[in-house]
């Protein structure tokens, strides 16, 4: 059973796009992220949300929005997509309180 | 703010070696520390934590111990393996600094390692 889930897994497309990346966990529990790892292999929080509130927003563009349709679920709608966008996505879940956060395969994006 | 700086790569050693990835960091709370692997084409698998001063973490082989008077949390294995090469990435997540609530992780910017035959 895939713990944190995430779709697609590639996704490739042109500048001023619009897109979004799906994420799924099956763990129960109350706080998901997202993550941008860029091509140097950093990693930065982009968003968390705990309850379906926003906890977390970091200095990212307003054009990425989180979107929590239940609390197994934390989508990232991207608007306008930009060259520097291009990256890879991950999504974690955990519980609050410092607990270990466990990550979603990623999601690759190429913007053209 | 709170960071994590730990030591660039790649890190090249010869299957059975010993090996030290430094680790080190800042914060304003009394994080909890990770160790996090990145497998080529994977996502983050958690490699070992700890969550107070002087707790050692360990997992397959790996060991790492939470230093509070020198802010570190080096990791460590006796003899590597040609199936350890991956990235490592150091992190830290600062609950208290966060007002109790759900805080993301501060990662540092990973150590690529390489074991060769």
């Known amino acids: 059973d895939t713990a944190v889930s995430q779709t697609p897994k590639y996704l490739v497309t042109q500048m001023g796009n619009d897109k979004s990346i799906k994420c799924e966990q099956n763990l129960g529990h109350d706080t998901m992220y997202w993550y941008k790892q860029d091509s140097k292999k950093f990693l930065k929080i982009m968003f968390s949300?705990?309850?379906?509130?926003?906890?977390i927003n970091e200095t990212v563009p307003n054009r990425f929005s989180p979107k929590s349709p239940d609390k197994a679920h934390l989508n990232l709608h991207i608007n306008s997509l930009e060259l520097g966008d291009s990256a890879v996505y991950f999504c974690?879940?955990?519980?609050?309180?410092?607990?270990?956060?466990?990550f979603g395969p990623g999601t690759r994006l190429l913007v053209l | 703010g709170d960071s994590v700086t730990q030591m660039e790569g790649p890190v090249t050693l010869s299957e059975e070696a010993f090996l030290t990835i430094n680790c080190t960091y800042t914060a304003t709370g009394y994080p909890s520390l990770f160790w996090y692997v990145q497998y080529p084409g994977e996502g983050l698998q958690l490699l070992l934590k700890?969550?107070?001063?002087?707790d050692k973490g360990s997992n397959k082989g790996f060991e790492a111990t939470y230093r509070k008077e020198t802010t570190s949390f080096h990791l460590e294995k006796g003899s590597v393996q040609v199936s350890d090469s991956a990235v490592y990435f150091c992190a830290l997540s600062d609950f208290a600094a966060s007002g109790g609530g759900a805080d993301g992780l501060t990662f540092g910017k990973g150590t690529h390692l390489i074991i060769q035959p």
């Open positions: 949300y705990n309850n379906k509130e926003l906890i």
């Open positions: 974690a879940s955990s519980q609050p309180g410092g607990e270990t956060q466990y």
């Open positions: 700890a969550t107070k001063a002087d």
